[in-house]
């Protein structure tokens, strides 16, 4: 079973990202998310116990929030959109996630945290629409079971935990 930690975004949110997608989608070329898997990976576990990674998170205390789009992103044949910044908020989410993952004997990426939602993969470089003005309140996040077959990416939400307003 193969898992991650996500923010999902309200479906509106999700169906403006598609379409601006949709455009980029013309001049980048590549392969589209589906509007329905777009989302922002907080933490990836790969294949993992769930009920480890349940425990973890329910002990995670953070503020909800709001994640602004503010700019679209090519890097390494993939495209972004994403906030200029990684607001205080999603970075404290992050970080206590990551924290209380560890305490449950999880290995993460080392990487730095960088806030981005993939809209386009194996895409080439071109210039990039401006993105759409969009709310993306934040106010949970999920436990989600990827599988993946010759249609695709699915995802699975198997458990959602609440953020403090």
């Keep these: 079973m193969r898992l991650f930690f996500a923010l999902w975004p309200p479906g509106a949110t ?9 455009t980029a989608q013309r001049a980048t070329g590549g392969r589209r998310t589906a509007e329905g898997n777009i989302h ?11 009920a480890k990674a ?13 994640l602004p789009i503010e700019v ?26 990551a924290m209380e993952l560890y305490r449950e004997e999880f290995i993460l990426e080392r990487r ?8 386009i993969r194996d895409a080439r470089r071109a210039p990039l629409p401006p993105v759409p003005d969009v709310e993306w309140p934040v106010c949970e996040f999920l436990l989600v079971r990827s599988s993946v077959s010759s249609r695709g990416a699915t995802y699975e939400p198997l458990e959602r935990f609440t953020l403090q307003p």
Aim: charge should be positive; aromatic fraction near 8%.
């Design 14 to 22: 999700a169906h403006a990202l598609a379409d601006w997608a949709d």
């Design 40 to 50: 922002l990976t907080l933490a990836f576990l790969g294949k993992a116990d769930p």
């Design 54 to 66: 349940v425990a973890a998170a329910r002990r995670v205390k953070a503020q909800a929030h709001r």
């Design 72 to 97: 679209g992103r090519y890097l390494n044949r993939m495209v972004w959109a994403a906030p200029k910044e990684t607001p205080p908020a999603l970075a404290a989410l992050h970080e206590k996630l």
């Design 112 to 119: 730095p945290f960088a806030a981005h939602v993939t809209l």
